[in-house]
């Protein structure tokens, strides 16, 4: 059974930064795509970064610039340094990936970010 594992989330106050990371039972090399969400309370959930296997990465318009995602393929972990973070960054964060050669793709537990102002 496939697992992603995040880790890295807590309470920082705003302009803070914190690092996410996700960590995939299965090996990521090649993975068409790896993704980090997020859901605050009352809203839905919304892709913040992705990256794929010969893609470059891409980002929320709300986070650009502040937001990067990246992968280590040794360590089967996608991370998501957050920096210049703000109230509005308040959410739960999951790890989204979709295995090379899987149909399924394959969600993380979440991990609690939380921006005080």
């Known amino acids: 059974q496939v697992r992603l594992v995040e880790s890295g989330g807590g309470l920082v106050p705003a302009g803070g930064s914190l690092r996410l990371s996700c960590v995939a039972s299965?090996?990521?090399?090649?993975?068409?795509?790896m993704a980090w969400y997020r859901q605050a309370p009352g809203s839905q959930r919304e892709r913040v970064a992705g990256?794929?296997?010969?893609?470059?990465?891409s980002y929320a318009a709300s986070v650009e610039g502040r937001f990067t995602i990246s992968k280590d393929t040794a360590k089967d972990t996608v991370y998501l340094q957050m920096n210049s973070l703000k109230p509005e960054d308040t959410a739960v964060y999951y790890c989204?990936?979709?295995?090379?050669?899987?149909?399924?793709?394959?969600w993380g537990q979440g991990t609690q970010v939380t921006v005080s102002s």
């Open positions: 990256i794929g296997s010969g893609r470059s990465p």
């Open positions: 989204y990936i979709k295995f090379a050669g899987d149909t399924q793709a394959y």
């Open positions: 299965r090996s990521i090399f090649r993975s068409p795509v």
